[in-house]
Structure formats: structure tokens, C-alpha cells
């Protein structure tokens, strides 16, 4: 089992920056790549950023790509996601994804996370 806590929403306006935070504990070595989603009222979940836990390697939205940072720190066990020039159309309830559900994994893909955290919430104001 792996446990994720999310931490840094809030409301912020547009232009301005957010750190989320993504605590990891129980078996985190059986993870391998650490995601974020974003739900926004009535849409789908989506995916913003990942990051391979082994090698670093990361990978982004078109829609976050140049804002958004995606970053670990093996150590604490923890996955940051640094948010600048944040707009309007962030707003959503960010959440933490780690392990594999089994089968092909697709890392954009929300069904292929096996762990998530409850959520914390960014709204940005214009």
C-alpha cells in the first residue's frame, strides 16, 4: 500500500505561483512514476504532469508545458509540482497519482494509477 497527501492549494491570481506537494509513504519503492491530475467542476480528470521515480525523466501537458514544474526529492519521499503564471483555467482540484493498476501502463492515463491522495484544491482568480 502507498499512501498520498497532497498539500499547497489555495487561491492565488492570475500570473501569481503555487507549490504543490505530494507526501509518499507505506511502499513506495513499489511505485515507479508519480503523477498529477486535475479536476475541474464538470470536466473529467486530467493529466498534468508525471515524473519517473527512478530516473527523473518527466513529462507534461501541452496545456502546463513552460509553467508547471514536476520535481522529487527521493530522500523525503515527496513530488513537488511548482506552478507559475498560473490563469484562470487551472483552477481544479489537483491530485496525486503513483503505482500501476496492472496491464499496459499509460502514463497520461488516469485508470493506470493505482494510489491516489485526496485532493488539494487551486483556484485562480483573474
Known amino acids: 500500500q502507498v499512501q498520498l497527501v497532497e498539500s499547497g492549494g489555495g487561491l492565488v491570481q492570475a500570473g501569481g505561483s503555487l507549490r504543490l506537494s505530494c507526501a509518499a509513504s507505506?511502499?513506495?519503492?513499489?511505485?515507479?512514476?508519480v503523477a498529477w491530475f486535475r479536476q475541474a467542476p464538470g470536466k473529467e480528470r486530467a493529466f498534468v504532469a508525471a515524473?519517473?521515480?527512478?530516473?527523473?525523466?518527466?513529462y507534461y501537458s501541452d496545456s502546463v508545458k513552460g509553467r508547471f514544474t514536476i520535481s522529487r526529492d527521493n530522500a523525503k519521499n515527496m513530488v513537488y509540482l511548482q506552478m507559475n503564471s498560473l490563469k484562470p483555467e487551472d483552477t481544479a482540484l489537483y491530485y496525486c497519482?503513483?503505482?500501476?493498476?496492472?496491464?499496459?501502463?499509460?502514463?497520461?492515463?488516469?485508470?493506470?494509477?493505482?494510489?491516489w491522495g485526496q485532493g488539494t484544491q487551486v483556484t485562480v482568480s483573474s
Open positions: 497519482a503513483a503505482g500501476s493498476t496492472g496491464g499496459a501502463f499509460i502514463i497520461t492515463g488516469d485508470r493506470s494509477y493505482r494510489y
Open positions: 507505506g511502499r513506495t519503492f513499489s511505485t515507479n512514476t
Open positions: 515524473i519517473r521515480w527512478s530516473t527523473g525523466s518527466t
